[in-house]
């Protein structure tokens, strides 16, 4: 399998990025500036001048960004506003996009209701089997790896590859992974988009994205997009956002060690009917993984023996909390089959977030032996 390694970036030079440009007397931690406008007399050359256009907060926060992607960064204020600017950028009326049929289900709506309405065709395709009938004619191809919520995984330097070979532009959801666990622009891709609402935040309290690539055209109309649609990223948000990925690599080293512990376990516990970890040997996505990402990520699904089940399960363990979306600090979980994924309703997608491991193992155990 051609699909080499690559290493995470610098994490000790993040942390001083600001530090390291700072006069005598300024502040280390980050300033929130919450102004709208900016002292502005003459031409605006390249200052600050409108809150829709430019915040020196959030500029901040993509430069560190871009440190992480080893790219440009243009950040906005939720994931799915990130999903929006890439795909908008890149789509026209008579294009067509691939996007896939299990993946998140939020990204396949906009498809349907606003991009079909405005002349672009929408194919679906599921993760396992992507490649199957290959990409020519196919304008934006847009992938999620690991899938969300199933943890399927595409070769992604070989769709890139095959994408950019027929005349497409490759967009990767990089949410569950984040640039510490999987770097997909160093694979080819064009161009990344996740949800920092997640893990880059970590703390469950802002919702942020971000776009990033190294091809400049696709930056500016991304940029412009974002200019003039007026999707832009509060300051206060940015603030947090920043702050959030200072802690990054403790946290994401912390859940990642921990979920592979605990997928081991919930493997062999006889509550647990299916599971879905790439962490694990026998995963259908192991060895590819293994290949592509720097790390399997924090993210277990299981299959328990019903709906009622996997309900008692969630709602009774005391360091789980019973919560839609992932990445925090706190471990958390919920049936998937309740907001319209097709899966088992007896499925659940367990985020582990960062308690003490052998801890947080006693009370998931304590809860599936209840059951």
């Not at 300024?26 to 409108?50: K, R, T, W």
């Not at 430019?54 to 992607?69: D, F, K, R, S």
């Not at 070979?165 to 990089?174: E, F, M, Q």
């Not at 088992?344 to 977030?353: E, H, I």
Request: hydrophobic letters at 45%.
């Amino acid at each position: 399998m051609d699909t080499p390694k690559h290493t995470q970036p610098n994490l000790g030079e993040m942390l001083h990025l600001r530090g390291n440009a700072l006069s005598k007397g300024e502040p280390i931690a980050l300033p929130l500036v919450q102004s709208s406008m900016f002292h502005l007399p003459g031409m605006p050359e390249d200052f600050s001048n409108y809150g829709r256009v430019h915040n020196p907060t959030w500029a901040q926060l993509e430069h560190v960004l871009a440190h992480l992607e080893g790219a440009a960064c243009l950040a906005f204020p939720s994931g799915m506003s990130a999903i929006s600017a890439a795909l908008f950028a890149t789509l026209k009326a008579g294009h067509r996009v691939l996007v896939p049929s299990d993946g998140y289900y939020v990204t396949r709506l906009l498809a349907a209701q606003f991009l079909a309405q405005l002349g672009v065709e929408v194919i679906e395709r599921p993760t396992q089997g992507f490649a199957e009938g290959g990409f020519e004619g196919i304008d934006v191809v847009f992938i999620e790896s690991p899938s969300n919520p199933g943890l399927d995984v595409i070769d992604l330097r070989a769709v890139a590859k095959a994408v950019r070979a027929a005349g497409g532009i490759s967009i990767v959801d990089n949410t569950t992974l984040t640039p510490l666990g999987q770097r997909p622009l160093d694979l080819d891709v064009d161009i990344v988009v996740a949800s920092d609402t997640k893990a880059m935040g970590g703390h469950s309290d802002v919702l942020m994205g971000h776009v990033a690539t190294r091809d400049p055209q696709i930056l500016q109309r991304v940029e412009d997009w974002r200019k003039i649609s007026g999707s832009i990223p509060g300051p206060h948000a940015s603030w947090l956002l920043h702050r959030g990925l200072e802690t990054l690599d403790v946290r994401f080293d912390r859940m990642c060690t921990s979920a592979q512990v605990i997928a081991e376990r919930l493997a062999a516990h006889p509550a647990i009917k299916h599971i879905r970890f790439p962490g694990l040997p026998g995963d259908a996505s192991h060895a590819l993984s293994k290949a592509q990402t720097l790390r399997f990520g924090f993210l277990i699904s299981v299959t328990l023996g019903s709906e009622a089940q996997a309900d008692t399960f969630i709602n009774t363990c005391p360091l789980i909390r019973p919560a839609t979306s992932f990445g925090g600090v706190h471990t958390s979980a919920e049936r998937r089959a309740r907001w319209g994924d097709v899966v088992d309703p007896a499925f659940v997608r367990l985020s582990v977030g960062c308690e003490p491991v052998e801890e947080l193992w006693q009370a998931i155990d304590q809860a599936l032996n209840a059951l």
